[in-house]
């Protein structure tokens, strides 16, 4: 059986072929990361870079590597506008008259590099509305307005995972022929959660209505859930969601007493908005307890906001508890 390839699928989908140019290069560009990642310490890629970026954690060797080969696959392209990415402290310029905005962190989960563990690449496609040099104004745009969202999950095998807004689609990357090949189509989340994925060394500062919630998950048949949970924690939030695509569960990352004022851990434009849509695709959901994620007309590219993902009615729980 002959498998359908990125390409096939993104005609198929009548993606505009602008649009697919994109997400092909975003692909392309995944393909160098993950030679960077094979060879790790013989490609001199694992440690520290020496700096920090604009959010004052210290970047990895391969978060300046992997940026740098997506800013430049993506420069090339007269479709993007411009780009905003979590190792960029501004939006970078690209093409005046492009009809694309990108934003993407560019290595997910970068505490994993350096123990030979999972990590991804996540992207948002936004349209532009400006003209004249790009501004940061730009990009505040809700992520229901997003145009297409996926990642690259680099694994035991690499995978990208994709929506352009017709529900979500998995592709698996054969090295034999260089191509992503289709492998999923229609994903869809579990209804019902049987694991949860949070971190729990940080209990004592989350929210007490965050604490009653997970509290009766690890109660367990014992307590008012009535069903044993699982817990799992990749500390890569693609493989987190990655996992809660394919067989259902919650992931949260919430808001932490210690700094009340920076709202959780993950990032609106890079990550929670992408997966947002991804989420929602698959029949899931992503709640802030403010509202819905996805709604939130952003204020800054690099803002945070505390994320709870996974099974609908899961969520819509935890949101109860903190409405409460
Ligand atoms: P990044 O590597 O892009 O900074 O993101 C890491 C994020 C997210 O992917 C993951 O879920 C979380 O940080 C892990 O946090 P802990 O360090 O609390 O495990
Ligand atoms: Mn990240
Ligand atoms: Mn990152």
């Not at 990655?242 to 067989?247: A, F, P, S, Y």
């Not at 434009?269 to 959901?285: C, D, F, I, R, T």
């Given at each position: 059986?002959?498998?359908?390839?990125?390409?096939?699928?993104?005609?198929?989908?009548?993606?505009?072929?602008?649009?697919?140019?994109?997400?092909?290069?975003?692909?392309?560009?995944?393909?160098?990361?993950?030679?960077?990642?094979?060879?790790?310490?013989?490609?001199?890629?694992?440690?520290?870079?020496?700096?920090?970026?604009?959010?004052?954690?210290?970047?990895?060797?391969?978060?300046?590597?992997?940026?740098?080969?997506?800013?430049?696959?993506?420069?090339?392209?007269?479709?993007?506008?411009?780009?905003?990415?979590?190792?960029?402290?501004?939006?970078?310029?690209?093409?005046?008259?492009?009809?694309?905005?990108?934003?993407?962190?560019?290595?997910?989960?970068?505490?994993?590099?350096?123990?030979?563990?999972?990590?991804?690449?996540?992207?948002?496609?936004?349209?532009?509305?400006?003209?004249?040099?790009?501004?940061?104004?730009?990009?505040?745009?809700?992520?229901?307005?997003?145009?297409?969202?996926?990642?690259?999950?680099?694994?035991?095998?690499?995978?990208?995972?994709?929506?352009?807004?017709?529900?979500?689609?998995?592709?698996?990357?054969?090295?034999?022929?260089?191509?992503?090949?289709?492998?999923?189509?229609?994903?869809?989340?579990?209804?019902?959660?049987?694991e949860f994925a949070?971190?729990?060394?940080?209990?004592?500062?989350?929210?007490?209505?965050?604490?009653?919630?997970?509290?009766?998950l690890?109660?367990?048949?014992?307590?008012?859930?009535?069903?044993?949970y699982?817990m799992?924690?990749?500390?890569?939030?693609?493989?987190?969601?990655?996992?809660?695509?394919?067989?259902?569960g919650l992931?949260?990352?919430?808001?932490?007493?210690?700094?009340?004022?920076?709202?959780?851990?993950?990032?609106?434009?890079?990550?929670?908005?992408?997966?947002?849509?991804?989420?929602?695709?698959?029949?899931?959901?992503?709640?802030?307890?403010?509202?819905?994620?996805?709604?939130?007309?952003?204020?800054?590219?690099?803002?945070?906001?505390?994320?709870?993902?996974?099974?609908?009615?899961?969520?819509?729980?935890?949101?109860?508890?903190?409405?409460?």
């Open positions: 059986m002959s498998r359908a390839t990125l390409s096939d699928y993104l005609s198929r989908s009548n993606t505009p072929a602008s649009l697919a140019q994109l997400i092909e290069t975003l692909a392309g560009g995944s393909v160098a990361i993950r030679e960077d990642l094979a060879g790790g310490a013989l490609n001199d890629i694992l440690g520290a870079a020496g700096a920090e970026n604009v959010q004052g954690e210290e970047q990895k060797k391969l978060d300046v590597i992997a940026n740098d080969r997506i800013k430049q696959a993506l420069g090339v392209l007269p479709s993007v506008r411009g780009i905003a990415s979590e190792e960029e402290d501004e939006v970078v310029a690209a093409h005046h008259d492009g009809e694309f905005l990108v934003t993407f962190d560019p290595l997910d989960g970068s505490s994993n590099i350096d123990i030979n563990s999972m990590v991804g690449t996540i992207f948002s496609v936004l349209g532009s509305r400006g003209e004249g040099a790009v501004s940061e104004a730009e990009f505040l745009q809700p992520g229901r307005d997003q145009i297409a969202a996926g990642y690259i999950l680099y694994g035991p095998s690499v995978m990208l995972v994709l929506t352009v807004g017709q529900g979500v689609v998995m592709f698996t990357y054969d090295p034999q022929s260089g191509l992503y090949l289709l492998t999923e189509d229609q994903v869809r989340i579990a209804e019902e959660a049987k949070i971190n729990m060394s940080n209990q004592r500062h989350w929210h007490p209505a965050m604490q009653r919630y997970i509290g009766e690890l109660q367990g048949a014992e307590g008012p859930r009535g069903k044993n699982n799992r924690w990749v500390a890569a939030m693609v493989a987190d969601v990655h996992r809660i695509l394919c067989r259902g992931f949260c990352y919430p808001w932490d007493a210690r700094k009340p004022d920076q709202a959780g851990k993950l990032r609106l434009m890079y990550e929670a908005n992408p997966m947002g849509l991804l989420v929602e695709q698959a029949g899931g959901k992503i709640w802030t307890p403010e509202g819905a994620i996805l709604d939130i007309q952003p204020t800054h590219i690099h803002q945070r906001v505390p994320v709870i993902l996974g099974a609908a009615s899961e969520v819509e729980l935890c949101i109860d508890y903190h409405r409460d």
